[in-house]
């Protein structure tokens, strides 16, 4: 399949390392790809669901003790320890290495290799990194054949000297005891192991895309983000571009995919990306980016047509479901999906099930993969080489008091300060106490593949190299009022906001300052259309000093407990003090 000498040396090594009875590489075929689920389904990995129903979509179950992310065996291996900094697990790449190979020993005895060349971002794109991931599964392989670029066209790019990614992944004994997701930066490696979950064995997605792309984007000038990537279209045909970074549970697949409101005629939101975004200076010396997956990988518990219609439309075919449940006309279904519950079901672990049990039928993490080509909403722009250029970037968070609607920075640093800060508010779907206010910083708490230190240097950095910098907002769409109610109606009616972040963007409307940053004039959020009292959309848009002046406190702690190594940016202390004397002044 390739003279690649990089690529032929290391598959020898893997080769005696895993012993496997036979090899086989994924050309990207749709006819191999067929051969694969038709195995897959008669060893019980995959269960075809009703082809009329649903055409092209499959059912995977995975081991109950392997349902998510496992952040606590969740490792960054670098020479020192420094460099993969306090937010990280550590250990030293030759301890990790000789732990590892002593658990891949013959892991794949009587078992298939795939081999799965593949490639994150659009063929032929400058934005583009490829990788080779080694697995055991067919889940895999048909996995990253949805999220990824994957086959001959990726090896062909590749060339005969081209460097890559080495991505190792092993099921073993899904033994939850000696499961590892280790990446090694300075090697270009990511070694998975005892894991079958799409998260922790689609080592594409947060492993090379995040991590190892943030590393690379530190070391190469780019940045790799947890953003998603969306154009907004106004009547006129005018598309603006934004990214966004939001903690789970603050709605950023629903935001990459909104429906505008009736009340907007003519305006269209365009999905560039759900979750993940390369950016790099385009040639207008501004920030241009690209989505690097082909896929979603969505949580498919709540998505409905009132939450999502255009995410719930994108699973209808071609889609393979993790962990949902399996109804008795070989559909799916999940918490929070329209319609009646069924009366009767197989839930997520294969046991029966009716709505009496008390139980969920879907895992509350089960997800589908689908392939991004198919959403409704789909940006023309989604495989474009050069990217998009980016506008805005947003960030947010859910806080009942402390944020406002929306605000801007004052600067990049300001910006980026605002980024590090980021923060949510538990909910009761979370485990623990409710109320707890958890940062999150640039919604890359769980994925920057370095020190946090450097990372956010990384970014302050970037605002000198890029003469054409994008605006930076914050946003929460989760304000309550004294009785807890939300008083923001969110979902498609997020867009008033979008629009005014536009407008901000081409110098359209003013905005008063304020200790944050500047927000908006109540006058120039487009409410029409909606149940909103003037004074409740004026409290939206006010700044409480007492609960900033305790924010201020809680984020010097923040950054007390991450500030260990003297690698925090002198600017971000900088931001924080300036703060704390405009709301003192």
Known sequence: MTNNAKVKAWLD??????????????DGSEAQLEELRAIAVSTGELIKLNQEKLPGC??????????????????????????????????????????????YDKSYAGKTMYVIPYMMGPLGSPFSKIGI?????????????????????????????????????????????????????????????????????????????????????MKEGWMAEHMLILGL??????????????????????????????????????????DISWMKIGPDGGLWAVNPEAGFFGVAPGTS????????????????????????????????????????CIDWTGKEWTPDMGTKAAHPNSRFTAPAAQCPCISSEFEAAGGVPISAIIFGGRREKAAPLCYEAFDWNHGTFI?????????????????????????????????????????????????????????NWFRKDDEGHFMWPGFGDNLRVLNWIVDRC???????????????????????GLDIAPETLEELLSVDKEVWLNEVKLIKEFYAQFDTDGRFPKELYDQLAALEARLNK
């Open 13 to 26: 090594d893997m080769v005696k390392l895993l012993a496997p009875e036979k090899i086989v590489w994924i």
């Open 58 to 103: 499959y059912l995977h179950r995975t081991a109950q003790n392997d349902v998510a992310r496992v952040e606590d065996r969740t490792f960054i291996c670098t020479t020192k320890k420094e460099d993969a900094g306090p937010m990280n697990n550590w250990m030293a790449p030759s301890e990790m290495y000789d732990k590892l190979y002593k658990l």
């Open 133 to 217: 991931e080694l697995t055991d599964s067919i889940y895999v392989v048909l996995n990253m054949a949805i999220m990824t670029r994957i086959g001959e066209k990726v090896l062909a790019e590749l060339g005969d000297d081209g460097d890559f990614v080495k991505c190792l992944h092993a099921c073993k004994d899904v033994n939850p005891d000696e499961r590892y997701i280790v990446h090694f930066p300075e090697d270009n490696t990511i070694m998975s192991v005892n894991s079958a979950y799409g998260g922790n064995v689609l080592l594409g997605k947060k492993c090379f895309a995040l991590r190892i792309g943030s590393y690379l984007g």
């Open 233 to 274: 279209e106004n009547p006129q045909g005018e598309v603006k571009y934004v990214c966004a970074a939001f903690p789970s549970a603050c709605g950023k697949t629903n935001l990459a995919m909104l429906i505008p409101p009736e009340a907007f005629p003519g305006y269209k939101v365009w999905t560039v990306g759900d």
């Open 305 to 344: 047509t009132k939450t999502n219609k255009n995410a719930l439309m994108t699973t209808m075919s071609n889609t393979i479901f993790t962990n949902v449940a399996l109804c008795d006309d070989g559909t799916v279904w999940w918490e929070g999906m329209d319609g009646d519950v069924p009366s009767h």
């Open 419 to 475: 980024g590090s800060t980021m923060a949510s508010e538990t909910t009761a779907a979370a485990a623990g106490a409710v109320g707890v206010v958890r940062r999150d910083p640039m919604a890359m708490r769980p994925f920057i593949g370095y020190n946090v230190g450097d990372y956010f240097q990384h970014w302050i950095d970037m605002g000198g190299k890029v003469s054409k910098l994008p605006k930076i907002f914050h946003v």
């Open 506 to 528: 081409e110098g359209k409307v003013d905005a008063k300052e304020t200790e944050l940053g500047y927000l908006p004039y109540a006058k120039d959020i487009n409410v029409e």
